[in-house]
Antibody
């Protein structure tokens, strides 16, 4: 069974960089796409971006200038960095696997439990 | 890239059927048969209930069904049950291999 677990600081200061890691177990990260999604408290889901193990990345245009997603196949992990954070970046951050075919992202089939990151105002 | 449009809330009584719409554009819903739907209970991670417009993952009740016409996709839940009360999100593949979610719909079972 595929399992994903987010880890990283729960509190980030304004203007600093948010860094999270997703550890994948039960499946090799060298297949399918791997993604980050966030959800501000009481609000909807927002797709952040995803990565293929080769390093190819796709980002939400609204966040692209501040986001970097990377992968470490030796640890079966992928990571998120979000720079210059503000209170608006306070959210539960989820990592997820994207089922894909023919290089298209089909749907999110496995999710982590999510981790709350707070940026104080 | 704008969020897909969903109604903020819908409600129904046990046993009834409800539908949730998800309206996009020709750059997402209208161009790809890659619409998926997610159910999220409070404090939990979302769970896929429909993918590729109308396919159900193993273990998902056949009371859930999906469809699409033009730029609008729909999720129908038949025979409402109390456990269906949750937030529902649509998601679509969009141009440049990106993804976009809907704003979410809160389903209340009366």
């Amino acid at each position: 069974q595929v399992q994903l677990q987010e880890s990283g600081p729960g509190l980030v200061k304004p203007s600093e960089t948010l860094s999270l890691t997703c550890t994948v177990s039960g499946y090799s990260i060298t297949t399918y796409y791997w993604s980050w999604i966030r959800q501000p408290p009481g609000k909807g889901l927002e797709w952040i971006g995803y990565i293929y193990y080769s390093g190819s990345t796709y980002y939400n245009p609204s966040l692209k200038s501040r986001v970097t997603i990377s992968v470490d196949t030796s640890k079966n992990q992928f990571s998120l960095k979000l720079t210059s954070v503000t209170a608006a970046d306070t959210a539960v951050y989820y990592c997820a696997r994207i089922y894909s075919e023919r290089w298209l992202p089909y749907f999110f089939d496995f999710w982590g439990q999510g981790t709350l990151v707070t940026v104080p105002s | 890239q704008s969020a897909l449009t969903q109604p903020a809330s819908v409600s129904g009584s046990p046993g009834q059927s409800i539908a949730i719409s998800c309206t996009g554009t020709g750059s997402d819903v209208g161009s790809y048969n890659l619409v998926s739907w997610y159910q999220q209970h409070p404090g939990k991670a979302p769970k896929v209930i429909i993918y590729e417009v109308n396919k159900r993952p193993s273990g998902v009740s056949d009371r859930f069904s999906g469809s699409k016409s033009g730029n609008t996709a729909s999720l129908t839940i038949a025979g409402l049950q109390a456990e269906d009360e949750a937030d529902y999100y649509c998601c679509s593949c969009a141009d440049s291999n990106t993804l976009v979610f809907g704003g979410g719909t809160k389903l209340t079972v009366l």
